[in-house]
């Protein structure tokens, strides 16, 4: 079992910038294809990024954020830059324990795990 624990979350003005954790707990996940969800309210949860041996974005974070990983600390980073008020959500991180193609990737159901969300608000 992985228990994935998210941080980093908060306030920031348009503009500015956040960087999300997404630690692993439990057993390595290194390995794992891990992505990121986000949830805004009174909408449908939907698919940020995602990195395995590459990163993956969708079309409306791409050129704003970076997926990276630190594998000696178990844990994946989003770095979201220029963010906008349209960017205000609860951010999950989710990791798949098998074999995942990007295509998939962007799917809740590819995901074994989940963690409990951090949200982050853009607003002046």
């Known amino acids: 079992q992985v228990q994935l624990v998210e941080s980093g979350g908060g306030l920031v003005q348009p503009g500015g910038s956040l960087r999300l954790s997404c630690a692993a707990a439990?057993?390595?996940?290194?390995?794992?294809?891990v992505g990121w969800f986000r949830q805004a309210h009174g909408k449908e949860r939907e698919f940020v990024a995602a990195?395995?041996?590459?990163?993956y974005y969708a079309d409306s974070v791409k050129g704003r954020f970076t997926l990276s990983r630190d594998s000696a600390k178990d844990t994946v980073y989003l770095q979201m830059d220029s963010l906008k008020p349209e960017d205000t959500a609860l951010y999950y991180c989710?990791?798949?324990?098998?074999?995942?193609?990007?295509?998939?990737?962007?799917?809740?159901?590819?995901?074994?795990?989940w963690g409990q969300g951090t949200q982050v608000t853009v607003s002046s």
């Open positions: 439990g057993r390595p996940y290194r390995n794992y294809f």
């Open positions: 990195i395995s041996w590459n990163t």
């Open positions: 989710a990791a798949a324990g098998r074999t995942v193609s990007p295509s998939a990737g962007t799917f809740e159901r590819s995901y074994d795990f």
